[in-house]
């Protein structure tokens, strides 16, 4: 059976616009892949290679130009990395399905491009996969489109290609363009984060980013054996999202009749309380604590037609996906990667999320604190190759951090005293819960009795 791909009719005219200049341009796939179907939503070109220094550039800018005309003169790192970078913006069960190429060669009958073809495929698919919790390669699928479309010709031609194996499987692709915008099913959830992670320096020591790869590890297993509700109701699996709408039915006039358009389902996540409780329990003398709290905002487009158990995969996907990201861009600005540094207190903040339109969905970029909408603007023209506006950008999904608390902690002297040392800084966030706790108690206690409570001390004050 012949692979279909569905996209948009835009995509069409993307690929002609280049096509029409006689450009060679090398650009990413991407779309969703569900059992119903197989969706294109975007196709985003490379951006050049920019080289390593002004010299460089001045001395092989000449022959730099004439390798970009061709297939050959592609660098399979370059095409990777920005991969990588689209990756992060993607939601949850979206991915990077291969690459597209216009150009006046034919990529599938020349042995020398197609062997570049299947280098670029593998070298992309493995850089993706070396951070399992970015979920690049698409868990399910082990082949990548390859489009293209001659700038003679203007003859669109697509197969798949097999990527991580030492056998390369070619197929044919048959590829539709759809004139209508295609509808999506919004899946909104927001998930809170509340825990406080040890900090333990060993000989050879722990940087910020070790760190935060053990509480990405720890936020993994905690996702994964959550139990999804849609809409406040336990789902069974194998049902399709659309049924879901088709069973909400506004009333009219006496009748019921179904809505014309889906509106986003309000997604909850619940840990299991036997699972959120550790296997062991280890005593461990610790150097510090880190105090990991927020709220992720997370919002999935998927094909009405995709089953509960696809949705359910999907938003987890995109709440640790935007965890990895957060931390690899974190760590990257950091110029101190020592965890931790010379004062008491120390107040990170990762990026945050902001929405970003792509057709008829949202895609994500991250702004860091005191970063506008506009620096979004740049992301996307560079990653994406799309102009909008700064007023396209949705920035209220995620609020900034509070710090009001923080500042306030830090300029108290008294309480500087108290957190003379990391040790005595995790034992004052525990004692103070546990003080919380034990008034919550104490209040529950006296509400639960009161009757027998008034009676006795009635008893003891009776004249």
């Known amino acids: 059976m012949v692979r279909t791909v569905y996209s948009p009719e835009y995509c069409l005219q993307y690929l002609e616009q280049y096509a029409s200049q006689e450009t060679f341009v090398v650009g990413l796939i991407l779309g969703q892949t569900i059992e119903a179907r197989e969706s294109v939503i ?28 061709s297939l050959l003169g592609v660098s399979e790192a370059w095409v990777a990395d920005h991969a990588k970078h689209v990756t992060r913006m993607l939601p949850g069960g979206m991915f990077v399905q291969g690459i597209f190429i216009t150009s006046d060669e034919d990529i599938f009958e020349d042995p020398n491009l197609f062997s570049k073809v299947k280098s670029v495929l593998n070298y992309t698919h493995k850089s993706l996969g070396s951070n399992p919790y970015m979920y690049g390669n698409c868990p399910h699928m082990n082949e990548r489109l390859v489009l293209h479309m001659s700038t003679n010709t203007k003859v669109l031609t697509c197969k798949s290609v097999e990527v991580g194996s030492s056998t390369t499987a070619i197929k044919p692709v048959d590829w539709k363009f759809m004139p209508k915008p295609q509808q999506w099913q919004r899946l909104d959830c927001y998930y809170e ?55 909400k039915k506004t009333k009219t006039n006496a009748k019921f009749v179904e809505s014309e358009t889906p509106k986003s389902m309000h997604v909850s996540l619940f840990v299991p309380f036997e699972n959120s409780l550790p296997e062991t329990v ?86 860091f604190p005191g970063e506008a909408p506009a620096e979004a603007l740049l992301s996307v023209r560079e990653l994406l190759d799309l102009k909008i506006t700064e007023s396209d950008v949705i920035c209220d999904v995620e609020t900034p951090a509070d710090t009001s608390e923080f500042d306030a902690l830090d300029r108290d002297a008294s309480s500087e005293e108290l957190l003379a040392t990391p040790q005595e800084a995790s034992q004052f966030m525990y004692i103070t819960g546990i003080c919380f706790a034990m008034l919550v108690l104490v209040i529950s206690i006296i509400i639960h009795y009161y009757d027998t409570i008034a009676e006795v001390i009635g008893k003891i004050f009776k004249p």
Do not use: W
């Open 42 to 69: 975007h196709l985003a070109r490379t951006p050049e290679e920019k080289g390593t220094d002004a010299a460089s550039e001045s001395s092989f800018g000449s022959e730099k130009q004439e390798s970009l005309r």
């Open 193 to 247: 984060f509340d825990e406080v992670y040890p900090v333990v320096v060993k000989k050879s020591g722990i940087s910020v980013k070790q760190q935060f790869q053990q509480i990405l590890e720890s936020a993994y297993k905690t996702i994964e054996s959550s139990v999804m509700f849609v809409d406040g109701e336990l789902k069974d699996g194998s049902e399709a999202l659309e049924s879901l709408n088709k069973k």
């Open 282 to 367: 280890e005593y461990m003398e610790c150097d510090g604590s880190i105090h990991f709290s927020g709220v992720v905002s997370s919002s999935v487009f998927m094909y009405p037609k995709a089953t509960v158990k696809e949705a359910i995969a999907a938003v987890k996907e995109d709440i640790i996906r935007s965890l990895a990201s957060r931390f690899t861009m974190h760590c990257d600005a950091l110029i101190d990667d020592n965890l931790l540094p010379e004062e008491k207190i120390c107040f990170n903040e990762p990026p945050r999320r902001v929405l970003v339109p792509v057709g008829s969905l949202y895609l994500c970029d991250y702004l």
